[in-house]
């Protein structure tokens, strides 16, 4: 978008200390909902919305599609397209957080989480289990398992890297949200190479809307085709 001249704001909820650098202006934190979304796009007289949140923000992209309704703001959501299970894989299917703390009930075993740390607290449910955690940052006091190791790092990772990784904490099974894409693949490959099952959390339900997996169907839609942006 900055290359093809448009004007334009990255908005970010604030989960991490560091945001990545964008080539766009850039504001940190929520709307206040739906009316301060709607309020929003008024103010800066938005023309167009793109979702471009995690597929687990269920919420923000409630809100989006609510606020876009009430203001007649066109919205396109441009998602990663979810993981799909391949030849050698061994995942459980669970809806949600609670389904992934219930899964892990039973004997001790060593697991790689990987959900992101707003929902480790969850997880103390099954206290006899050691969990591996990657953090984007490291935690700032005490992590709220009792057996735990973090890892902290940006991704995208490695397949080698991975498999590295799970061998070293001699990982029996991941936990896993199903973000899609390639930037968080490679654990999910690893598990498959290695022959470890998988608990793979489903996406939350979204409202109806305009869908892609394409950032050039993104600049078709704002009227900028993917050639004039030289590529």
């Known amino acids: 978008m900055a290359r093809a001249g448009l004007t334009g704001t990255v908005s970010v909820a604030g989960r991490v ?20 979304l709607v309020d929003y796009l008024h103010r800066n007289d938005v023309t167009h919305l793109i979702d471009a949140t995690h597929p687990f923000a269920a919420q923000m992209s409630a809100n989006a599609v609510a606020a876009c309704a009430e203001t007649g703001v066109p919205l396109l959501a ?28 039973g004997p001790k075993r060593r697991v ?34 009792p057996d735990c190791h973090a890892v902290v790092g940006r991704g995208p990772f490695t397949v080698e890297g991975d498999m590295a990784l799970m061998r070293y904490h001699r990982i029996e099974i991941v936990v896993s949200k199903n973000a899609g894409g390639t930037g968080a693949q490679a654990k999910i490959v690893a598990a498959r190479r290695l ?10 339900a979204i409202p109806p809307r305009r869908e892609t997996h394409s950032v050039d169907d993104v600049m078709r839609w704002l009227g900028h085709g993917v050639t004039d942006l030289g590529v």
């Open 78 to 105: 441009l998602t990663r397209a979810p993981w799909q299970a391949q030849p050698g894989d061994h995942w459980q299917h669970v809806p949600d957080i609670a389904g992934a703390v219930a899964a892990l009930n």
């Open 17 to 36: 200390d560091r945001p990545a650098p964008q080539a766009l202006p850039l504001r940190v934190g929520g709307f206040g909902g739906v009316a301060g």
């Open 112 to 145: 790689m989480l990987a959900v992101g740390r707003m929902h480790l607290a969850e997880f103390a449910a099954a206290p006899q289990n050691f969990h591996l955690l990657r953090l984007v940052d490291a935690p700032d006091g005490p992590l709220p398992l």
């Open 195 to 204: 022959g470890l099952p998988v608990i793979m959390i489903d996406r939350p």
